[in-house]
């Protein structure tokens, strides 16, 4: 038995979910972001979404770097270990690997930067860590 065309299936709600969740990151209110990143968080925290992730890692791996750019504190903090989570999703290969080539120098301007939120710095730290260790290709 099929089902009726109109009804999106769980899989498919919950992508069309993560979509709109991606799509605020790029919202004028903080809140609405941080919001946002509380939900992929969870998101990418509880399921593994490999396919998912591939297709959209571009935009997701831009949206992310505005809000580490752009964002204070929280938004910071949240952005980094999204960044971790989107990381450990994209694995060891050449995704991870550009992931972490892309975001390595502005993980290492949050930490350094003396002015920015200790928990930002912290999440970026990890993420950088974390990052490093799944999907550095050079040794050093």
Do not use: N, W
Not at 50 to 55: D, K, T, V, Y
Not at 70 to 78: C, F, H, R, T, Y
Not at 84 to 98: D, K
Not at 123 to 129: F, I, K, M, P, V
């Amino acid at each position: 038995g099929s089902e009726a065309a109109g009804e999106a299936g769980p899989e498919e709600e919950a992508e069309d979910r993560l979509k709109e969740h991606m799509d605020s990151l790029l919202d004028k209110s903080a809140k609405t972001r941080q919001a946002a990143l509380q939900s992929l968080r969870l998101a990418f925290s509880s399921k593994t979404l490999p396919e998912f992730l591939l297709e959209r890692r571009l935009t997701l791996t831009d949206s992310l770097e505005k809000c580490l750019r752009k964002g204070k504190g929280e938004e910071q903090a949240l952005a980094g270990t999204v960044l971790t989570l989107l990381c450990l999703q994209m694995g060891s290969g050449p995704e991870g690997e550009g992931l972490f080539r892309s975001l390595k120098p502005l993980l290492i301007s949050v930490l350094t930067d003396g002015t920015a939120s200790p928990t930002a710095r912290q999440s970026c730290a990890t993420a950088l860590g974390m990052c490093c260790y799944i999907a550095a290709a050079d040794l050093e």
